[in-house]
Structure formats: structure tokens, C-alpha cells
């Protein structure tokens, strides 16, 4: 059984930064994948970013590509998201997600609990 446990959303001015993370118990493997989804009201879920085991990170979501960036602490198995240059569009519950294998669809086997993240102009 593997445990997700979100932190680090919050209310945050547009143009400013948060850094989310996830932190892992339980057993992986290392075919595994990491992702970040967020899902904002009336809305899908979607895909934000994904790594590997290794911490390689594997893609991101076009809305996201140069703004945020998705990093592993190998040792604590910690996920991190750093958003940079936020915009109200970015508001949503970012949820933290594992799977073996990459997909960048709301398929995976394990989730958080969900952070929220609310971009204010």
C-alpha cells in the first residue's frame, strides 16, 4: 500500500510562487511513475507533470512548460512542484499521484489527499 500526503498550497498574488510537495510511504518499485494533476471547479482532472523513479523528470502540461518544475528527493521520496509566475488559470486542488508506467491520463493507483492552490489577480 503506498500513502500520498500533499502540502504547500495557499493563496498567492498572480505573478508569485508556491512550492508543493508530496511525500511517499510504502513500498515502490522502480518502474513507477510520479505525477501531478489538478483539478480546478467544474472542471477534469488534468495532467500537470510527471517523473520518474529516478527523478528524471518525463513531461508537462503545455499550460505549465517553462513556469513550473516537478523534482524528487530520491532519498525521502519527497515529489516537489515549484510553480513560478502563477496566474489565476493556474487555481485548482493539485492533487500528487503514483503508478507504475507514465500516463497523462487520471489513471493512476495511488492518490493524495489534494492542496489547494487559489491565484489571486
Known amino acids: 500500500q503506498v500513502q500520498l500526503v500533499e502540502s504547500g498550497g495557499g493563496l498567492v498574488q498572480a505573478g508569485g510562487s508556491l512550492r508543493l510537495s508530496c511525500a511517499t510511504s510504502g513500498t515502490v518499485f522502480g518502474n513507477y511513475v510520479w505525477a501531478w494533476f489538478r483539478q480546478a471547479p467544474g472542471k477534469e482532472r488534468e495532467f500537470v507533470a510527471g517523473i520518474s523513479w529516478r527523478g528524471n523528470p518525463i513531461d508537462y502540461a503545455d499550460s505549465v512548460k517553462g513556469r513550473f518544475t516537478i523534482s524528487k528527493d530520491n532519498f525521502k521520496t519527497m515529489i516537489f512542484l515549484q510553480m513560478n509566475n502563477l496566474k489565476p488559470d493556474d487555481t485548482a486542488a493539485y492533487y500528487c499521484?503514483?503508478?507504475?508506467?507514465?500516463?497523462?491520463?487520471?489513471?493512476?493507483?495511488?492518490w493524495g489527499q489534494g492542496t489547494q492552490v487559489t491565484v489571486f489577480s
Open positions: 499521484a503514483v503508478r507504475p508506467g507514465f500516463s497523462r491520463e487520471p489513471d493512476y493507483d495511488y
